[in-house]
């Protein structure tokens, strides 16, 4: 056909002009540019991690796990047979006991790189747990000025990845209220973005194919702090939800995810969520969720309650191109140190394994492919 085309416009020149000669290259570069089969258009980056932070403890110990079929098996390879894609791992800079610090941390990412896994690091920028309430300078940065201090973030930052080489790291963890207090307060805000543009820097600097987020909590009030932060140099929006907290209407969450990522233009992931499959108890350590007020009606703490609510989040998480995935927090939390221990787990109703330890039905929310209908509970 094109053929034949070709043939008449050349009849027309003999007769019109050479002026059209002009056309006739044309015509032929934009047949020959023409693909009849396109690029594909990318596939969607999706997160489906779980905080597995919490596991070098369990096996330490002696916890034995077992997946879905009552087999003991590597929780790591469990998860991934599930679906899991990705590790996250909290890491704080000089912890009082080994728990969590740079060894234990890199010593778990490479088990999961090894399996083929992501890894993701939520850097705390602390000795201990930060959050809204609490984000204290480590001990090692004490009494430094705000270029000192940007310089250690930029240092440290830079070995972690350097070392550790994640695919995705967290600038600081639900830094609602800022970071290293008092210097990075959120009412300090020139002294937060020096801070954070540091951290950024270093990875930017040090291993450019590292995914950088920043982490709130909630979703309600996040939106002013996240316009704030535009200055800084990163890829990922991240929010923790639980609705115990953060308030228990699911198309409240959504809108709200959508809003974040259409104001923004940015990714969007749940970087922390999770809901407990019992109200009961496998220590003497009293829990955080523990009451039926503190449920969402239409997810009861049963193991198929906590299956539905978590597929539900996957839904959420993943329903327009830039909500882009989900981390179960505390999926490896159980009570590792016997039922009367009054100083084990406040979570063990809220992992993604049972009181016997054996892998629950919530870890149909990490399949790559969403699965339908209710699993046998037995």
């Known amino acids: 056909m094109i053929r034949q085309f070709a043939a008449n416009i050349l009849r027309t020149v003999s007769t019109r002009g050479a002026a059209i000669l002009v056309f006739v290259p044309l015509m032929f570069s934009f047949c020959a540019e023409k693909k009849e089969n396109p690029d594909p258009k990318p596939a969607k980056e999706v997160i489906r991690a779980a905080d597995l932070s919490f596991l070098p403890e369990m096996e330490d110990d002696g916890i034995v796990f077992y997946n879905r079929s009552g087999v003991a098996e590597d929780m790591l390879l469990t998860l991934k047979n599930a679906g899991m894609n990705t590790v996250r791992i909290r890491l704080w800079h000089t912890p009082a006991s ?10 778990l990412a490479e088990r999961a790189h090894g399996l083929g896994l992501s890894v993701w690091i939520t850097v705390h920028y602390s000795d201990t747990w930060a959050d809204p309430g609490q984000q204290q300078t480590p001990s090692a940065w004490q009494e430094l000025g705000v270029q000192t201090l940007a310089d250690s973030v930029y ?17 600081g963890n639900e830094i609602n209220a800022g970071m290293l207090w008092p210097t990075g307060r959120v009412s300090s805000m020139t002294n937060l973005k020096a801070l954070l543009t540091a951290g950024s820097k270093a990875v930017r600097d040090k291993s450019p194919g590292t ?21 800084v140099d990163y890829d990922i929006s991240a929010v923790s939800y639980y609705p115990f907290w953060h308030g228990k209407d699911l198309s409240v969450l959504e809108n709200s995810l959508q809003s974040l990522a259409g104001d923004y233009l940015k990714p969007v992931v749940i970087a922390e969520t999770a809901y407990p499959f019992s109200l009961q108890w496998n220590d003497w350590t009293n829990n955080v969720i523990g009451l039926q007020d503190q449920l969402t009606p239409e997810y009861p703490a049963t193991p198929e309650g906590q299956r539905s609510f978590m597929m539900e989040i996957r839904r959420i998480s993943t329903a327009t191109d830039r909500l882009t995935g989900f981390a179960y927090w505390g999926a490896d939390w159980v009570a590792s140190k016997g039922p009367q221990a009054a100083n084990g787990s406040s979570w063990e109703n809220m992992a993604v394994y049972d009181f ?7 870890l149909d929310c990490f399949a790559e492919e969403p699965v339908s209908g209710p699993e046998d509970l037995k």
Not at 356 to 361: D, I
């Open 211 to 231: 995914r950088i987020m920043l982490h709130l909590a909630g979703t309600g009030n996040v939106s002013w702090l996240f316009g704030q932060l535009q200055s």
């Open 155 to 171: 240092n440290y930052t830079a070995r972690i990845v350097e070392a550790i080489k994640p695919e995705y790291i967290q600038i």
């Open 98 to 107: 080994s728990r969590s610090g740079f060894a234990e941390v890199q010593a």
């Open 356 to 362: 016997s330890f054996r892998a629950l039905p919530v």
